[in-house]
């Protein structure tokens, strides 16, 4: 049998030793910029990115981003630069007719700063699971449709990354299941 190799080969040929690879409870931190790929593959302008001084964090393995992202980062290490493309299924899921819903317009709570729903407007919707995210497409006098699927589900994205740290979790982190700040301190 052969042996199981326990370092990582970087694009750029520097190895890695299993502290710093993206596995299972690691928290990964990592740059981004997000696109959209229409039908004939072309990509839209950058509609979403993050800053060089504040890279997202996640815990890997606990689906803390989306599963075509955790997929791609696994086995990466810090420095290393990945692009993909992802189908709804690997990242917001398709939409889902049935997500569009008519609510009684005192079930809606909108932020703090929006007296009033308009079209196009954030709310959130209380479930039996919950809180749920919508998004407004009609306010009525006492009722309001409302759109309860992700913005970005239905849409082929293409992403850029590049990983920035990966460290240890915390057992802390492992149990709650979240990355508790960027350090690993509890927020």
Not at 30 to 51: A, H, M, P
Not at 75 to 90: M, R, S, V
Not at 128 to 144: A, D, R, S, T, Y
Request: glycine share 10%; hydrophobic share 30%; net charge negative.
């Amino acid at each position: 049998m052969g042996e199981i190799e326990s370092e990582a080969q970087s694009e750029t040929g520097e190895t890695a030793t299993p502290e710093e690879i993206v596995t299972l409870n690691k928290v990964v931190a990592f740059d981004y910029r997000l696109c959209e790929v229409d039908t004939e593959g072309n990509r839209s302008e950058w509609i979403e990115q993050s800053k060089r001084s504040e890279p997202l964090y996640y815990l890997h393995g606990f689906h803390n981003v989306i599963i075509g992202l955790e997929k791609a980062l696994e086995g990466k290490k810090a420095g290393d630069k990945i692009e993909i493309t992802l189908q709804p299924e690997e990242a917001y899921g398709k939409r889902d007719p049935e997500g569009v819903r008519r609510v009684p317009l005192k079930n809606l709570e909108l932020p703090k700063e929006v007296k009033n729903p308009t079209a196009g407007g954030l709310g959130r919707v209380r479930s039996e699971k919950g809180w749920n995210h919508v998004i407004i497409l009609k306010p009525g006098k006492f009722n309001v449709d409302v759109d309860f699927n992700h913005p970005l589900a239905g849409r082929v994205l293409h992403y850029e990354i590049e990983v920035q740290l990966v460290r240890e979790a915390t057992s802390e982190e492992i149990q709650h299941g979240h990355v508790h700040g960027a350090g690993g301190e509890d927020h």
